[in-house]
C-alpha cells in the first residue's frame, strides 16, 4: 500500500497545469517511442534532408507565384516532433479535455462535494493525468508515422521550419517498394509547398486552427463511457490507471451547427491538401520516375488516415482526414486551366474567396467564375475580421 501511494502521489503531483498533464503526457510519449525505437538523426540523413528541401524549392520556382517559405530546413527525429509540435496540441486538446475533467466532476454525487473539499480539485488532477497519458501514448504512435511537419495537413510546427523525419520516411519508402531518395524528395517537395502556403497567405495559420477549434467545440462528452472507464480503476493497482481506455468518451453533437463546423473543417484541410497535391505533382513533372506511384500513394494515405491518426481520432473525438481531396486537387487544377498560376494562387488572398464545399462539385464552373477575380480583390479589405493575422503556434487567441 505504501507503494501505491507513493506512485499515486507522484502521478498526481507530476507537473502541469490546464485540463491535460501534458508533462506527463511528454514522459508517456518518449517512454513509447524509446521502447519502440527512435533513430538518432545521423549527419548523412541531416545532409540529405537539407539538399532534398534545397531542391524541392528549386522545383517549385514555376509551379506557384510565391517564393520559398522555408527559413531553416531540418531533420528530426521522432522525440523532436513531439516536443516541437507539443504548442499546437496543446491549443487544440485542451479545449476538449476541460470537458472531460468537468464531466468527472460531475460524477461526483453533489452532497459528496462539500465532504470532499480540497481534495475535489483531485479529480481533475486525476483527469488531467489520465488524458495526459492517453494523449501521451496516441502522440507517440503518431510520431513514429508521420513524415513531416506538416504531414497531416496542420501547421503544427515553428512558422518558416521545414523539417522530415528521415526514420519514416525510409520505413514508408521500404513498404511502398521505391527507392528512398525518390520517397525523401517527394516528401520535401510537399513539405516546402505547405511551407510557401502558410507563409504566403498570414491568415491561412489561424484559420485552419480556428476550424479545428471550433469543431472540438461542439464535441460532446459521454459521461457514461467516463463512468464506465473510471469503475475499472483499481485502487490498489496503480497500472490499472494506465489501462484505461478513453476512447468513445468524445463524440461530434448530431446538430445543425455541428455539421456545418465538419464541413468547414474538412472544406479547408481537403483545400490545403488539394493545393499540395496539385502543386507538387505539377512541379516533379517528368523529373521523378515514379511520381504518379507516390501522388497516387499520398493521397490515399491522406484520405484514409494511418492507424495512429485513427487513434488520435478515437481519443479526442478529432478527423483530420480532407475528405473531399480528389475533388480539390481537381478544381486547382481548373484554376491553374482558367487563370494561369498566380490567378489560381491569388484565391488564397482572402477566406472568403476561397471555394466552398457546394463548388467542389462544379469545378470549371467555379473556376470560370473567377475571371474576374481581380476586381473583386480589388473591393476586399485584407485588414478586416474574417483575415485574421498569423498566429504563433501556442499563442494565445486574447493576447494583442
Excluded at 501534458?22 to 534532408?49: C, H, I, K, T, Y
Excluded at 531540418?74 to 509540435?85: L, S
Excluded at 467516463?226 to 463524440?251: C, H, K, N, W, Y
Excluded at 499540395?276 to 516533379?284: G, K, L, Y
Aim: aromatic share 6%.
Amino acid at each position: 500500500m505504501q507503494q501505491f501511494m507513493s506512485q499515486l502521489q507522484h502521478l498526481l503531483s507530476a507537473p502541469g497545469s490546464g485540463p491535460v498533464n501534458w508533462d506527463l503526457a511528454r514522459q508517456v510519449a518518449a517512454s513509447q517511442l524509446a521502447a519502440a525505437g527512435d533513430p538518432a538523426v545521423s549527419p548523412f540523413e541531416r545532409n540529405a534532408v537539407e539538399e532534398a528541401l534545397r531542391i524541392a524549392d528549386l522545383w517549385l520556382e514555376p509551379a506557384t507565384s510565391w517564393p520559398s517559405g522555408i527559413r531553416a530546413s531540418v531533420a528530426w527525429n521522432r522525440n523532436e516532433w513531439i516536443y516541437k509540435t507539443l504548442d499546437v496540441w496543446r491549443k487544440l486538446c485542451d479545449p476538449v479535455a476541460s470537458r472531460m475533467v468537468g464531466a468527472m466532476g460531475d460524477l461526483v454525487p453533489p452532497e459528496a462535494r462539500a465532504q470532499l473539499g480540497p481534495m475535489q480539485s483531485m479529480v481533475a488532477t486525476l483527469g488531467g493525468a489520465l488524458f495526459g497519458g492517453q494523449l501521451g501514448q496516441a502522440l507517440g504512435s503518431l510520431a513514429a508515422e508521420v513524415l513531416s511537419a506538416g504531414d497531416i495537413g496542420l501547421p503544427l510546427g515553428p512558422a518558416g521550419t521545414a523539417a522530415l523525419i528521415p526514420a519514416n520516411i525510409r520505413a514508408y519508402g521500404e513498404g511502398l517498394e521505391l527507392p528512398e531518395d525518390e520517397v525523401r524528395l517527394y516528401v520535401a517537395l510537399r513539405e516546402a509547398a505547405h511551407q510557401r502556403l502558410f507563409q504566403h497567405v498570414p491568415w491561412l495559420r489561424g484559420h485552419v486552427l480556428a476550424a479545428v477549434e471550433n469543431y472540438a467545440a461542439g464535441i460532446r462528452v459521454n459521461r457514461e463511457a467516463i463512468e464506465e472507464a473510471m469503475g475499472r480503476v483499481d485502487p490498489t493497482d496503480p497500472e490499472s490507471m494506465q489501462a484505461i481506455a478513453l476512447e468513445g468518451i468524445f463524440t461530434p453533437e448530431d446538430t445543425p451547427a455541428q455539421k456545418a463546423s465538419l464541413a468547414r473543417l474538412e472544406t479547408v484541410l481537403a483545400l490545403v491538401e488539394g493545393w499540395v497535391c496539385h502543386v507538387v505533382d505539377s512541379a516533379a513533372g517528368d523529373r521523378l520516375p515514379n511520381v504518379v506511384r507516390l501522388g497516387e500513394a499520398f493521397r490515399r494515405r491522406r484520405a484514409a488516415g494511418g492507424p495512429a491518426e485513427q487513434t488520435f481520432a478515437a481519443l479526442v473525438g478529432l478527423e483530420l482526414r480532407p475528405r473531399r481531396l480528389r475533388e480539390a486537387t481537381v478544381l486547382w487544377s481548373a484554376l491553374t486551366e482558367h487563370r494561369g498560376i498566380a490567378g489560381r494562387d491569388a484565391v488564397w488572398g482572402h477566406p472568403d474567396l476561397l471555394p466552398s464545399d457546394e463548388d467542389f462539385a462544379n469545378p470549371e464552373a467555379f473556376a470560370a467564375t473567377t475571371n474576374d477575380l481581380d476586381e473583386e480583390l480589388a473591393n476586399f479589405d485584407f485588414s478586416a475580421p474574417g483575415a485574421p493575422e498569423e498566429q504563433a503556434p501556442g499563442e494565445d487567441d486574447d493576447k494583442s
